[in-house]
């Protein structure tokens, strides 16, 4: 059973670049079975998928964030990481990690979630 759980700062600045790590247990990132996600969820409105990284490192990102989204893996296989640059309150929203389980074409694990408030 894979599990995930995110971390990073509750809250960040405008204009700085948001940076939230994935860390995830009962499999390895670099197995060919998943894609690894991050979606979000701002305050009354529905999920957006932001990226995903795949078995092989290569990133895909959602065209809609412009550009801002970074992802990547770290050397331990346990933890994929993601930064949002130049961020705005617009940004604020509920960040989860999930894996996308290719055989069966769904997101089948997923994080708590955790808020992430951009404010001065």
């Known amino acids: 059973q894979v599990q995930l759980q995110e971390s990073g700062p509750g809250l960040v600045k405008p204009s700085q670049t948001l940076s939230l790590t994935c860390t995830v247990s009962?499999?390895?990132?670099?197995?060919?079975?998943?894609?690894w996600s991050w979606i979000r969820q701002p305050p009354g409105k529905g999920l957006e998928w932001m990226g995903a990284?795949?078995?092989?490192?290569?990133?895909y990102y959602s065209p809609s964030l412009n550009g801002r989204t970074s992802i990547w893996r770290s050397t331990s296989q346990t933890q994929f990481t993601l930064q949002l640059s130049s961020v705005t309150p617009e940004d604020t929203a509920v960040y989860y990690c999930?894996?996308?389980?290719?055989?069966?074409?769904?997101?089948?694990?997923w994080g708590q979630g955790t808020q992430v408030t951009v404010s001065s």
């Open positions: 009962g499999a390895t990132i670099t197995t060919n079975s998943y894609y």
């Open positions: 999930a894996s996308w389980n290719i055989r069966i074409g769904t997101h089948d694990s």
């Open positions: 990284i795949a078995y092989s490192g290569n990133p």
